[in-house]
């Protein structure tokens, strides 16, 4: 493998990158990865009538209630993100100032 070719790769990856979102980046940590999983993965099985309504027979549930149910969950990862997001500093803030130590964010 020549210098050019790894350039090419690692632009092509860059490019990717940019301009899909679950693709990731340098500095996406597990759980955003993890939710974007998830997230990309229940977005199809809303989207993919033949997939919702196998998990609608196997659950013995209407496909409309499956669906809502894909929805509701889809948005719990989001709400949990962002409270994640939102608390991390905060609950830092709260346990180094009860146990006298000085975690740090990784």
């Known amino acids: 493998m020549q210098a050019s070719?790894?350039?090419?790769?690692?632009?092509?990856?860059?490019?990717?990158?940019a301009k899909y979102v679950g693709t990731g980046?340098?500095?996406?940590?597990?759980?955003?990865?993890?939710?974007?999983?998830?997230?990309?993965?229940?977005?199809?099985?809303?989207?993919?009538?033949?997939?919702?309504?196998?998990?609608?027979?196997?659950?013995?549930e209407s496909i409309g209630r499956e669906r809502y149910n894909?929805?509701?969950v889809k948005c719990c990862f989001l709400v949990a993100y962002l409270l994640r997001e939102m608390k991390t500093e905060e609950l830092l803030r709260d346990f180094n100032s009860?146990?006298?130590?000085?975690?740090?964010?990784?």
């Open 5 to 17: 070719d790894r350039f090419n790769i690692n632009s092509q990856l860059e490019h990717l990158q």
């Open 25 to 60: 980046h340098a500095d996406l940590t597990r759980f955003e990865w993890a939710v974007n999983i998830q997230r990309d993965s229940y977005a199809s099985y809303i989207g993919h009538y033949p997939m919702l309504a196998y998990f609608a027979i196997a659950e013995n």
């Open 70 to 72: 894909f929805m509701q």
């Open 98 to 106: 009860t146990t006298g130590a000085s975690y740090v964010q990784p």
